[in-house]
Antibody
């Protein structure tokens, strides 16, 4: 069974940095794109970033304006999200999510349990 | 790109059918057959219910179906059950390697 497990969330001050990790198991990690999706408290889902299976393609929501960097280490079955210049509005649960097919776009069939990021002033 | 538009709420009685809409633009929903629907229970991670407009992942009951017409996609839940009560989100590929979510619809089973 495919599984994803996030870690690295926590409390950080405005302007600070944080790196999230997502470890995959139960499937061939390098065969699928993975993404980060966040959900602010009481709000809806927001796509943050995605990366191709090989890591050669990285994509970001326009609203992030270059503050976040997605990467992956296929030898470690791990996805990362480096978040810099954090703002209060980045406070959210961050999920990693896997595409259902190698060709799909935005169809996430496996999700982690989420990791909470709180940005405080 | 703006979020896709969903009604904030929907409701139906057990056994009935309910349809939730998801309206985008000619640049996202209208251009690509990459519309997905997710169910989210409180405190839980989202669950994929429909992908590529109308395909069901393994294990999703056929009571859930999806369709699209023009810039609007729809999720229909037939034979409503108590456990269907949840938040439902659509998303669409928006071109240029972007993914756009809808604002979510709270489905209440009366």
């Amino acid at each position: 069974e495919a599984q994803l497990l996030e870690s690295g969330g926590g409390l950080v001050q405005v302007g600070g940095s944080l790196r999230l990790s997502c470890t995959a198991s139960g499937y061939t990690f390098s065969n699928y794109a993975v993404n980060w999706v966040r959900q602010a408290p009481g709000k809806g889902l927001e796509w943050v970033s995605g990366i191709t299976g090989s890591g050669g393609g990285t994509y970001y929501a326009d609203s992030l304006k270059g503050r976040f960097t997605i990467s992956r280490d296929n030898s470690k079955n791990t996805l990362y999200l480096q978040m810099n210049s954090l703002r209060a509005e980045d406070t959210a649960v961050y999920y990693c999510a896997k595409e259902i097919l190698s060709t799909s776009k935005g169809s996430f069939d496996v999700w982690g349990q989420g990791t909470m990021v709180t940005v405080s002033s | 790109q703006s979020a896709l538009t969903q009604p904030p709420s929907a409701s139906g009685s057990p056994g009935q059918s309910v349809t939730i809409s998801c309206t985008g633009t000619s640049g996202d929903v209208g251009s690509y057959n990459y519309v997905s629907w997710y169910q989210q229970h409180p405190g839980k991670a989202p669950k994929l219910m429909i992908y590529e407009v109308s395909k069901r992942p393994s294990g999703v009951p056929d009571r859930f179906s999806g369709s699209k017409s023009g810039n609007t996609a729809s999720l229909t839940v037939s034979g409503l059950q108590a456990d269907d009560e949840a938040d439902y989100y659509c998303n669409s590929y928006g071109g240029s390697n972007n993914v756009i979510f809808g604002g979510g619809t709270k489905l209440t089973v009366l």
